[in-house]
């Protein structure tokens, strides 16, 4: 069975880290690009970080020095680092697989979804 699982979210204060993790199994991440989106009640899903076969990673501006993505192809785990968290980060936290060679955009790009996990950033 092809699959991700998000792991690692929880509730943390202002200010706080957490790493999340995207696990694959069935099928192997390094042939992948891995994306990390977030969608909070009420608003659109929107893109987080990506990273590409080579390592080479994108970052929403929202994120872009508090937030690390990387890729440990050994275990076929792919990280989201969050550091100096804020409420605003607060949102469930997906990735997704795809087998292209950029970071698509869209959604519908990707191949494979993580079922998700929650991030609540709150004192």
């Known amino acids: 069975q092809l699959q991700l699982v998000e792991s690692g979210g929880g509730l943390v204060q202002p200010g706080g880290s957490l790493r999340l993790s995207c696990a694959a199994s069935?099928?192997?991440?390094?042939?992948?690009?891995i994306g990390w989106f977030r969608q909070a009640p009420g608003k659109e899903r929107e893109g987080v970080s990506c990273?590409?076969?080579?390592?080479?990673?994108n970052y929403a501006d929202s994120v872009k020095g508090r937030f690390t993505i990387s890729r440990d192809n050994a275990k076929n785990t792919v990280y989201l680092q969050m550091n100096s968290l804020k409420p605003e980060d607060t949102a469930a936290y997906y990735c997704?697989?795809?087998?292209?060679?950029?970071?698509?955009?869209?959604?519908?790009?990707?191949?494979?979804w993580g079922q998700g996990t929650q991030v609540t950033v709150s004192s």
């Open positions: 069935g099928f192997t991440l390094e042939d992948y690009v």
């Open positions: 997704a697989a795809a087998r292209r060679a950029y970071c698509p955009t869209l959604g519908d790009d990707y191949d494979y």
């Open positions: 990273i590409r076969r080579r390592g080479n990673t």
